[in-house]
């Protein structure tokens, strides 16, 4: 026999023979969870988006569209800053039972800043560095891509719309270029449709997370070993599909 209760809009199905308060000893619990495939991790706070879900996939079918659609002649990246602490970043990491890892932090923190770009074709990562994350560092970002494609008719850019992108400096800037930047803007706090947001986790993961530098020259350092290592992977694994 199974019993309705109701509570508010919504009806809950208890046997007749259970009361409401029902306790389950943690083992049986671990169990269920294990067999769902729950885990215990760490939640990440998002912003909603504040446009319609229509605007929004208009937009990012816009710029799929975009990438579908360029020539030999055009290049597409995803742009986007990440700023690198010499106070480490304290995350996950392993270490014997009973015992607790300690990372020795400087105090007193230093700043630097990459802007980077993400070939879509070639997975190369393309960063500048910086000592501040305005305009300036952003322009020359689009300086070095003006560089490395020299032929590109266009280098379509998708990025966020923190304002050193939209800034009047930065206008400036592709007017004169001409027409060989053209920006994409994704809809408002979407940091996941951005995919040169995996290269800055991994970057974390890598080097800044729990890091032992005492200098923000020798934790520059390894930044860079970081990209050279990783573009060369990328690159092996392009010349390997070729050849393939």
Known sequence: ???????GPENYWWPSCVSERVSIHP?????ALKRIGARRGRPKPVVACPWSKRAKNKRLRSIE???AQIGDDQVVVYADEVDIHLNPKIGLDWM????QKEVLTPGKNEKRYLAGALDVHSHE??????SQKNSMLFIELLHELRHRYPDAKTIHIILDNY????SD???AVIDYLGGKIALHFLPPYCPDE?????????LHAEVTRNHRCRSMKELMRQVRRFIRNRNSRHAASTTKRKAA
């Not at 026999?1 to 509570?7: D, L």
């Not at 014997?96 to 015992?99: A, C, D, E, L, V």
């Open 65 to 67: 569209q975009t990438i």
């Open 194 to 202: 951005n995919k040169i947001e995996r290269c800055w986790l991994d």
């Open 125 to 130: 990562l393309i960063c500048v560095e910086g």
């Open 169 to 171: 400096i930065t206008n």
């Open 27 to 31: 083992a049986t619990m671990s169990r």
């Open 96 to 99: 014997n039972r009973g015992q």
């Open 163 to 166: 304002r050193i992108h939209k």
């Open 1 to 7: 026999m199974v019993t309705t209760v109701r509570r």
